[in-house]
Protein backbone atom coordinates (compact mmCIF):
# COMPACT_ATOMS: atom_id res chain seq x y z
CA UNK A 1 0.00 0.00 0.00
CA UNK A 2 0.85 3.73 -0.31
CA UNK A 3 -0.02 7.24 1.30
CA UNK A 4 0.33 10.65 0.59
CA UNK A 5 1.53 13.28 2.93
CA UNK A 6 1.23 16.96 2.09
CA UNK A 7 3.53 19.67 3.56
CA UNK A 8 3.08 23.61 3.07
CA UNK A 9 6.62 24.29 1.67
CA UNK A 10 6.46 21.11 -0.93
CA UNK A 11 4.62 19.06 -2.90
CA UNK A 12 2.63 15.71 -2.22
CA UNK A 13 4.99 12.63 -0.82
CA UNK A 14 4.22 8.90 -1.89
CA UNK A 15 4.70 6.87 1.02
CA UNK A 16 5.56 3.14 0.06
CA UNK A 17 4.95 0.35 2.24
CA UNK A 18 7.47 0.40 5.33
CA UNK A 19 7.97 2.13 8.72
CA UNK A 20 8.47 5.69 8.31
CA UNK A 21 9.40 8.75 10.99
CA UNK A 22 9.68 12.45 11.56
CA UNK A 23 12.80 13.69 12.31
CA UNK A 24 12.67 17.63 13.63
CA UNK A 25 15.53 20.25 13.05
CA UNK A 26 15.24 22.98 15.12
CA UNK A 27 17.63 26.53 13.87
CA UNK A 28 17.86 30.20 14.34
CA UNK A 29 17.69 32.36 12.34
CA UNK A 30 19.13 36.03 13.01
CA UNK A 31 16.47 37.11 14.89
CA UNK A 32 16.46 34.13 16.89
CA UNK A 33 13.10 32.79 16.26
CA UNK A 34 13.06 29.29 16.03
CA UNK A 35 12.37 27.79 12.70
CA UNK A 36 11.47 23.54 12.49
CA UNK A 37 12.14 21.79 9.46
CA UNK A 38 10.43 18.26 9.68
CA UNK A 39 12.62 15.37 7.54
CA UNK A 40 10.20 12.30 6.46
CA UNK A 41 12.81 9.16 7.19
CA UNK A 42 11.80 5.80 6.19
CA UNK A 43 13.63 3.01 8.69
CA UNK A 44 16.04 1.25 6.86
CA UNK A 45 16.78 -2.51 7.00
CA UNK A 46 19.91 -2.55 9.64
CA UNK A 47 19.46 0.72 10.79
CA UNK A 48 18.80 0.25 14.38
CA UNK A 49 18.67 2.18 16.48
CA UNK A 50 18.75 5.77 15.40
CA UNK A 51 22.02 8.25 16.99
CA UNK A 52 20.89 11.65 17.50
CA UNK A 53 23.72 13.72 15.77
CA UNK A 54 26.16 16.12 17.92
CA UNK A 55 26.00 19.72 17.35
CA UNK A 56 28.51 21.95 18.48
CA UNK A 57 28.51 25.46 18.37
CA UNK A 58 30.43 25.65 15.52
CA UNK A 59 28.01 23.78 13.40
CA UNK A 60 25.62 25.60 14.23
CA UNK A 61 27.45 28.92 13.39
CA UNK A 62 28.68 27.40 10.12
CA UNK A 63 25.17 26.35 8.79
CA UNK A 64 24.30 30.36 10.09
CA UNK A 65 26.70 31.40 8.32
CA UNK A 66 26.77 29.01 4.79
CA UNK A 67 22.59 30.21 4.65
CA UNK A 68 23.64 34.10 4.93
CA UNK A 69 26.11 33.71 2.60
CA UNK A 70 23.97 31.78 0.11
CA UNK A 71 20.16 32.90 1.33
CA UNK A 72 18.43 30.77 -2.12
CA UNK A 73 18.16 26.94 -2.71
CA UNK A 74 22.09 26.02 -5.10
CA UNK A 75 19.65 23.30 -6.83
CA UNK A 76 16.24 25.09 -7.33
CA UNK A 77 16.82 28.55 -6.60
CA UNK A 78 13.96 29.25 -3.61
CA UNK A 79 15.10 31.97 -1.36
CA UNK A 80 14.98 31.98 2.30
CA UNK A 81 11.69 34.18 2.25
CA UNK A 82 9.55 30.80 0.32
CA UNK A 83 10.96 28.10 2.42
CA UNK A 84 13.70 27.05 4.89
CA UNK A 85 16.59 26.46 3.84
CA UNK A 86 19.20 23.86 5.17
CA UNK A 87 23.11 23.76 4.86
CA UNK A 88 24.46 20.09 3.59
CA UNK A 89 27.94 19.07 3.65
CA UNK A 90 29.36 18.38 0.24
CA UNK A 91 32.01 16.40 1.95
CA UNK A 92 30.48 14.22 5.20
CA UNK A 93 30.64 15.13 8.51
CA UNK A 94 32.88 12.70 9.93
CA UNK A 95 36.04 14.50 7.53
CA UNK A 96 37.26 16.67 10.31
CA UNK A 97 39.83 18.67 7.60
CA UNK A 98 36.37 20.17 5.56
CA UNK A 99 33.35 19.66 7.72
CA UNK A 100 33.66 23.72 9.10
CA UNK A 101 35.06 24.97 5.59
CA UNK A 102 32.15 27.55 4.00
CA UNK A 103 33.30 26.07 0.96
CA UNK A 104 32.08 22.42 1.67
CA UNK A 105 28.66 23.91 2.68
CA UNK A 106 25.45 23.04 -0.30
CA UNK A 107 22.53 25.37 0.70
CA UNK A 108 19.35 23.18 0.07
CA UNK A 109 15.63 24.13 0.18
CA UNK A 110 14.19 20.82 2.79
CA UNK A 111 12.53 19.68 -0.56
CA UNK A 112 15.96 19.39 -2.97
CA UNK A 113 17.81 18.38 0.82
CA UNK A 114 15.36 15.41 2.00
CA UNK A 115 12.28 15.50 0.66
CA UNK A 116 12.21 14.88 -3.20
CA UNK A 117 12.25 11.28 -4.70
CA UNK A 118 15.66 13.18 -6.60
CA UNK A 119 16.99 15.27 -3.12
CA UNK A 120 20.88 14.88 -2.05
CA UNK A 121 19.70 12.25 0.27
CA UNK A 122 17.37 10.59 -1.51
CA UNK A 123 18.80 10.71 -5.23
CA UNK A 124 19.08 7.70 -7.60
CA UNK A 125 22.79 8.71 -8.82
CA UNK A 126 24.15 9.58 -5.35
CA UNK A 127 25.06 12.37 -3.14
CA UNK A 128 28.28 12.80 -5.07
CA UNK A 129 26.98 13.04 -8.49
CA UNK A 130 24.47 15.46 -6.65
CA UNK A 131 27.22 17.81 -5.62
CA UNK A 132 29.26 17.51 -8.58
CA UNK A 133 26.10 18.80 -10.58
CA UNK A 134 25.96 22.22 -8.93
CA UNK A 135 29.69 22.73 -7.80
CA UNK A 136 31.20 21.20 -10.63
CA UNK A 137 33.87 18.29 -10.95
CA UNK A 138 36.90 19.82 -10.18
CA UNK A 139 35.58 21.52 -7.13
CA UNK A 140 34.22 18.54 -5.80
CA UNK A 141 37.66 16.77 -6.50
CA UNK A 142 38.84 19.73 -4.45
CA UNK A 143 37.08 19.30 -1.48
CA UNK A 144 38.08 15.83 -1.70
CA UNK A 145 41.30 16.13 -1.53
CA UNK A 146 41.38 18.33 1.28
CA UNK A 147 39.03 15.78 3.13
CA UNK A 148 41.99 13.47 3.42
CA UNK A 149 44.07 15.63 5.50
CA UNK A 150 43.99 14.78 8.97
CA UNK A 151 42.70 17.58 11.42
CA UNK A 152 41.20 16.77 15.10
CA UNK A 153 37.82 18.22 15.64
CA UNK A 154 39.53 20.49 18.23
CA UNK A 155 42.05 21.73 15.14
CA UNK A 156 39.14 22.55 13.09
CA UNK A 157 37.24 24.19 15.60
CA UNK A 158 39.78 26.39 16.48
CA UNK A 159 40.54 27.16 12.58
CA UNK A 160 37.13 27.60 11.89
CA UNK A 161 37.02 30.59 14.61
CA UNK A 162 39.89 32.28 13.73
CA UNK A 163 38.84 32.39 9.98
CA UNK A 164 35.12 33.68 11.19
CA UNK A 165 36.65 35.68 13.91
CA UNK A 166 34.70 33.61 16.09
CA UNK A 167 34.40 35.39 19.47
CA UNK A 168 33.34 33.73 23.08
CA UNK A 169 32.06 35.87 25.81
Known amino acids: GQ ?15 GIW ?11 GDRRVSDWLCKLQKGMGNIKKIRLSTADTLWSKL ?3 RTPYCQNCGKN ?3 CVLNA ?7 HKSTRLLLENALVLCVNCHVFSPESVHRSPDGSRKFCERIIGK ?3 RELEKL ?9 AIKE ?3 NTLLVRT
Open 88 to 94: HHIIGRA
Open 66 to 68: ARQ
Open 3 to 17: ATVTHQEHGPQILTK
Open 147 to 155: SNQIKSERE
Open 160 to 162: FAA
Open 21 to 31: FVRRQREYDEL
Open 80 to 82: SNA
Open 138 to 140: KRY
